[in-house]
């Protein structure tokens, strides 16, 4: 088999068309002579034509099923959420052809994606984690990214090429999620401390006090503005973030033995009910220019009684 680095990938393959597979089946499609995807809602009877509709305006093939989309693909990247991970493997294992590549950018535990690997290697596939270091959307396919396994360092000269800004960490597998799990509980856990915090202050009526007390300890943060952004993507994203926080809980969890996850488990917590509130429809209306207060005040009058 030659180094990737000297191969040339015909057709690449996104499992997941949600929005980073959507940023990413666009931005790559100048590379390579052919784009395919497939997910789930494209089985679902009131999204299905919306999601194909959006495919087709994209230039990129919406499949039929995973085994289609493994039948025309030589690079395989999934990006799911964080609790599917081990079931796309399994899915795409049965049918990848021998030599695929399967690139996954998912938020899993160093042991989530020693399992997919597993399960890819094993039926002829070639299998590369991903760390995925911040938030897509302001990147587009230049997001930081780490790679680890094998082929990292070959698969990251590829991508390098393609204008992606990948680096290439360890060729043990788990390496790449360690790092990107260990950062999560800290950007993940802010965003929770965050609501937290400014909506009690809320609450009591104090947050003109507390907030310049952050800003005196920790001067370089404009918490207004950095609290305002907490609340709006957690609100947006809250359930694809409490998956990862329960995938970075495992990871505090594989560790070592005795070795509780209490913060990531609670941090999980907190981002599920802003996202159960978010269902639910408590913020209905707010839009990109609302104020951290604003969210509060929702919060307030759906779920708590005021001292």
Not at 96 to 114: C, E, H, M, W, Y
Not at 167 to 177: F, I
Not at 222 to 242: E, I, L, M, N, T
Request: overall charge neutral.
């Amino acid at each position: 088999m030659k180094e990737l680095s000297v191969v040339k990938f015909e057709h690449l393959g996104m499992i997941g068309y949600g929005e980073v597979g959507k940023i990413f089946a666009a931005g790559l499609q100048s590379n390579v002579s052919g784009v395919s995807v497939w997910d789930l809602k494209f089985d679902a009877p009131a999204l299905r034509e919306a999601q194909r509709a959006h495919a087709a305006q994209a230039g990129v093939a919406a499949c039929g099923s995973v085994a289609e989309l493994c039948a025309r693909s030589d690079l395989l990247i999934s990006a799911v959420t964080a609790s599917n991970t081990l079931a796309v493997a399994q899915t795409a294992a049965p049918h990848i052809r021998p030599g695929t590549v399967f690139l996954d950018l998912n938020s899993a535990s160093p042991g989530t994606k020693q399992q997919a690997a597993e399960l890819i290697n094993a039926a002829g596939g070639r299998y590369v984690e991903a760390g995925v270091m911040t938030s897509v959307p302001p990147y587009g396919i230049r997001v930081p990214m780490l790679l680890g396994g094998a082929l990292a360092a070959d698969l990251a000269a590829v991508l390098g090429a393609w204008g992606m800004e990948a680096k290439a960490v360890s060729e043990k597998l788990g390496v790449a999620s360690a790092i990107k799990m260990c950062r999560s509980v800290m950007i993940k856990g802010l965003e929770a401390l965050v609501i937290e915090s400014y909506t009690t202050a809320r609450a009591y009526g104090v947050e003109d006090h507390v907030l310049p007390t952050l800003a005196e300890t920790f001067p370089g943060i404009d918490w207004d503005k950095q609290g305002a952004y907490f609340f709006s993507r957690v609100v947006q994203h809250g359930q694809r973030r409490a998956e990862e926080m329960r995938e970075a809980a495992n990871t505090v969890g594989e560790a070592g033995s005795g070795f509780e996850p209490v913060m990531a488990s609670a941090i999980a917590s907190k981002q599920q009910w802003v996202a159960d509130q978010a269902k639910q429809g408590v913020f209905r209306g707010l839009g990109k220019e609302a104020r951290w207060q604003d969210y509060a005040d929702r919060l307030l009058a759906a779920t708590l009684t005021k001292p």
